[in-house]
């Protein structure tokens, strides 16, 4: 919305405005700082025109100008420079700007001299100092605007030689800078404050994005139905082992673990039943396996584990609690065709080195070749393969 051609004050939360406060704060003293040494510069060498135009009050003047506000303006630096909330900053400039008004005024009021008319027109000056030199937020450079105002057309009726049309003639050239200053301060802080949400707005989109990208690739590796890794997810485990844990790539433990009879079980109970069995079995096996080890999804009832840092001592007892852990579960199964009448899997482990390329599938070869064994020898059990052509078998 637009009112005149100017754009609306985006409306800000407390919370949102004290952000906005903090992220503005540095570059902001540093600006204000920049702006007050400037100005005291200014209102200092003016010390020339006050002995040009009013030399009956040059004592005044030097009083004034540089043992009064030329103290305060150097504390106001020093303030500005330290460690305060940049609103206080912004009004302590304010009230020094409006005190050197006071100061001028007062310089002006006391001469007798025919040129203070002339030289009043610089009230605009404090106008500006207070507007946009100090580039104050609006709703103070108002307050003070209004201060301004009321300071200098309060000290003008005691001017040496006023009169009610150089009231008016004065008038005439001081509001349009006021009006003028004021829409300047208002856009000025229009678009600080827009520029800092759209920052904002920025940045969360670029959170959002990040955790999306995350989620995502959290995803391409993670079988959606039992929320363990696919085989995208075990390239990258093994990729990992390779590169970054290559001690322990030197003794890996590789299972393969199958649904027996899982055909029959979806045929009989539906495909709803098959993915609940299959989530169900996948949390067993999850629990009874170290927390370090990876475990996948290999393919519809498959399941593939990698546990680095192990050797072949420790292959059966894994073997075993993926065996016993679905077994436990008492997931009932009347068309296994056999002696089980429940959801059990038969499970092959091998032992070897993951260091290069084609190691895996080796070691995955003779897991698959446990497993077969396993099946043939009446499933709900397991082997390990000690060698490539030798397998024990432990029941």
Not at 78 to 87: L, Q, R, S, T, V
Not at 102 to 119: D, F, K, Q, R, T
Not at 201 to 229: C, F, G, I, M, Y
């Amino acid at each position: 919305m637009r009112w005149l051609g100017l754009p609306a004050r985006p409306r800000f939360s407390a919370e949102q405005y004290a952000a906005f406060l903090e992220d503005r704060a540095p570059l902001r003293s540093r600006m204000l700082r920049a702006a007050v040494f400037c100005v005291l510069i200014f209102y200092l060498s003016c010390f020339l025109f006050d002995l040009w135009l009013l030399g009956d009050v040059t004592a005044l003047s030097a009083t004034l100008r540089f043992g009064v506000m030329l103290p305060i303006a150097i504390g106001l630096l020093f303030y500005i420079a330290g460690d305060h909330p940049i609103e206080k900053k912004e009004i302590a400039a304010i009230l020094v700007a409006l005190l050197a008004n006071v100061c001028w005024c007062a310089i002006l009021v006391s001469s007798e001299s025919p040129g203070v008319l002339s030289y009043f027109y610089a009230a605009a000056s404090f106008q500006m100092a207070i507007t946009i030199a100090a580039a104050s937020p609006f709703r103070p450079a108002l307050r003070a605007s209004i201060f301004t105002f009321c300071l200098n057309y309060s000290a003008i009726w005691f001017l040496a030689g006023t009169s009610p049309s150089y009231v008016i003639q004065h008038l005439a050239v001081y509001m349009p800078t006021v009006i003028m200053t004021l829409l300047v301060s208002y856009q000025l802080e229009v678009e600080a404050l827009t520029s800092h949400l759209q920052m904002q707005e920025n940045e969360a989109l670029k959170r959002e994005l990040a955790r999306q990208n995350k989620e995502l690739a959290r995803l391409s590796v993670t079988d959606p139905l039992t929320k363990l890794a696919n085989r995208r997810g075990t390239e990258m485990e093994l990729m990992r082992l390779m590169t970054e844990v290559a001690d322990d790539a030197r003794r890996v433990v590789v299972l393969v673990a199958d649904v027996d009879h899982f055909k029959a079980y979806n045929d009989a109970y539906g495909h709803g039943a098959g993915d609940d069995c299959l989530k169900r079995v996948a949390r067993a096996m999850r629990r009874s396996l170290p927390i370090e080890a990876h475990l996948a999804r290999h393919g519809g009832e498959e399941f593939l584990a990698i546990l680095s840092g192990a050797d072949g001592e420790q292959a059966p007892a894994l073997a075993e609690n993926l065996r016993r852990a679905v077994r436990q579960l008492g997931v009932a199964h009347a068309f296994t065709g056999d002696r089980n009448a429940f959801v059990t899997i038969s499970v092959g482990a091998a032992c070897g080195a993951i260091q290069a390329e084609g190691d895996f599938e080796r070691l995955l070869d003779a897991a698959d070749r446990a497993l077969y064994a396993a099946k043939a020898d009446g499933r709900n059990t397991w082997r390990v393969s000690v060698a490539d052509e030798e397998q024990r078998v432990v029941a």
